[in-house]
């Protein structure tokens, strides 16, 4: 499912269709049901901080921005990479911006990932995000994408054991699937979608772009 990605500009839109096979039909030895891990179908709730959710920034901002990505979509990697440092000095680090990223994954693969950036732990969490993405162009072209991934894993403390036991986990496959279900809810069927105090922005958007946004709402 990872050719789902090579796409001609714009952001990577979502097979509809083939997540809904991707993700219905995983077994759970939990016995819990994928559609059941969708953590609320409040959609003014999702637009706010949730229970498990990664924050950049101080919890208090006055300005919410959410991101939905998949860590194999080269369009989210371009985004952490080259927007988010401008927005992070400029908005985050000031106060007035808090950052909440969630999971939206395109396919198996961004899922393990995806797993792998929980399991650093949430001191971690953001740094390991920094990694998977910055080194996405090698990783996720390998014959074995979460094998390749495992080893610049390796400085934030995960061996082999733990990536074992992380991708074997239930629990937090589970947790990324809720945030899949909440983008779902909230209309995402893209990567990178954002929200910023409720209103969607598809696609990739330049430091220009989200400057004059975030300027308007900070007036």
């Not at 969708?38 to 706010?48: C, E, F, I, V």
């Not at 000031?94 to 949430?122: M, S, W």
């Not at 080194?135 to 979460?146: G, H, N, R």
């Not at 983008?183 to 400057?211: M, Y």
């Amino acid at each position: 499912m990872r050719n789902i990605l090579i796409v001609a500009g714009g952001a990577v839109a979502v097979a509809a269709i083939a997540l809904g096979v991707f993700f219905g039909t995983r077994p759970s030895s939990t016995g819990l049901a994928p559609t059941a891990v969708a953590q609320t179908s409040d959609k003014s709730a999702l637009l706010g901080i949730l229970p498990g959710d990664h924050v950049m920034g101080d919890p208090k901002a006055p300005i919410t921005v959410i991101e939905y990505a998949s860590f194999t979509c080269p369009h989210c990697a371009h985004f952490a990479m080259a927007v988010l440092p401008e927005i992070k000095k400029k908005w985050v680090d000031t106060g007035k911006v808090k950052l909440i990223y969630r999971d939206f994954p395109l396919d198996q693969t961004a899922v393990k990932a995806a797993q792998l950036a929980e399991c650093a732990g949430n001191d971690k969490y953001f740094g390991v995000i920094d990694v998977i993405f910055s080194t996405q162009a090698k990783w996720a072209v390998a014959s074995d994408p979460i094998a390749d991934l495992a080893k610049s894993l390796r400085i934030a403390g995960m061996g082999d054991a733990e990536v074992k036991a992380c991708l074997a986990n239930d629990a937090v496959q589970n947790g990324v699937i809720a945030d899949y279900r909440s983008g779902e809810t909230l209309g995402v069927s893209s990567t990178p979608t954002l929200f910023i105090n409720g209103e969607q922005f598809k696609g990739a958007r330049s430091v220009e772009e989200l400057d004059a946004v975030l300027g308007k709402l900070a007036k």
